[in-house]
């Protein structure tokens, strides 16, 4: 601490989430790095709090041979072999003791990636055919399929189905670069077909809908939302499991613009939110504004479980991290600066802090100080979906305060 009194808010949370079947490869690489060895080749270590997280071999400071990303005390492991800095042939994710993924590499290129449930069920395959294309299937932890897409160029493209775990189809949606264009077909769980929405070629309706978490399993309507062009336009509305409105919002080619209202199990409005507009929202939200991960997890809700990505010793040991890192500049101090710096990153496949960017300025000191430790972040456990490690993004703001 300086003699200064400060207050430091650290409080990540997690914006975004990738997952396209790849052990990414960072080249950022934390501090708490220890070498062994020749110059031409070095053994290679990070520790951080005693913890090995990290150990391999450098050949002329490119990776090389066998390496093991500790994660969580042996929680988590992922190891694999490197051939002058290029990730080649099988490498493993072990969670528990137990295989829970498998990717293959050729000369970098990923050929193959197959993730597994506990019960070593089959719960994820994706197949690359061309530099371009590739095929992903997703299964129910009981064998039946789940989805099946076609990716081009990192997005869904062409049509894109989604099952229920009895093995019905739900629904058939057809995408174009990685959007919602128009509903094709859409199934109740015993075949029926449903209202799934008027969207044809980006304009029209689309419905979410999703299990009641009882013993009844019973299909529900969760979320019915309007585009124009392409893009969030009109009133969106979500609803209770007995059928009623739960919240409704209003959106502008793409934008938040307006309240948000809350209703209760009745339909009577609660209370209504912070007014939204333009200059609030980041960014426009187009069709996948609710997307997680996978589409399934729109078409039927709350069904897949994702272990977050976590900082060694989780919220306390971050904080702990941020107060002991964290030096408030002097120059900030002398012209009594305070303000929240917001700093934008991705936590690799690999628990790396990748592309860290601050995203909301206060000073130049404060921002980049807020910068400099999010840099040395010790590396993370990565977030696990189907037992696949996944990159995640992340905005992280932290509050400079004297008093």
Known sequence: MNLVQRRILAIGFCTLAYMNGALAQESVMPEGEQYTGTPGE??????YNDELLVEGTLKDNKREGLWLFHYNGGELEIKGV???????????????????????????????????????????????????????????????????MKIINDMIEGEYRAYFENGQLHRKTFFKKDQRYSVLETYGLNGEAIDGGSLIKGNG?????????????????????????????????????????????????????????????KGISNFITSVWNLKDTPKPIKY???????????EMMGSDIIESAKFPGGDKGRTRYIINNVHYPDIAMERGVEGRVLVDFTISSLGAVVSPKVTKHVHS???????????????????????????????????????
């Not at 042939?89 to 072990?94: M, N, Q, R, S």
């Not at 996948?288 to 729109?298: E, K, S």
């Not at 999010?374 to 979906?385: E, F, G, Q, S």
């Open 42 to 47: 070095r053994k290679y270590q990070e520790v």
């Open 82 to 148: 490197y051939s002058a800095g290029v990730q080649v042939g099988k490498w493993e994710v072990i969670k528990e003791g137990q295989i829970s993924a498998k990717t293959y590499y050729s000369e970098g290129r990923k050929d193959s990636v197959f993730g597994y449930y506990d019960n070593m069920q089959l719960a994820y395959e994706y197949k690359i055919t061309t530099d371009t294309t590739s095929f992903c299937n997703v299964y129910w932890e009981n064998g039946s399929k789940k989805e099946e």
């Open 205 to 265: 309706s689309y419905i979410f809908f999703s299990l009641t978490p009882d013993s009844l399993g019973k299909l529900v309507r969760r979320m019915k939302s309007n585009y124009v062009d392409g893009y969030l336009d009109g009133e969106q509305l979500r609803y209770h499991d007995n059928g009623k409105i739960s919240s409704r919002k209003e959106y502008k080619r793409g934008w938040g613009n307006g309240e948000q209202e809350w209703f209760d199990e």
């Open 288 to 298: 996948n504004h609710d997307r997680l991960y996978f589409y399934a997890n729109d």
């Open 365 to 403: 000191s404060l921002d980049k100080e807020a910068l400099r430790v999010i840099k040395k972040m010790p590396r993370w456990k990565p977030a696990i979906l189907y037992g696949l490690p996944l990159p995640v993004r992340f905005s992280f703001p932290i509050s400079f305060r004297l008093s």
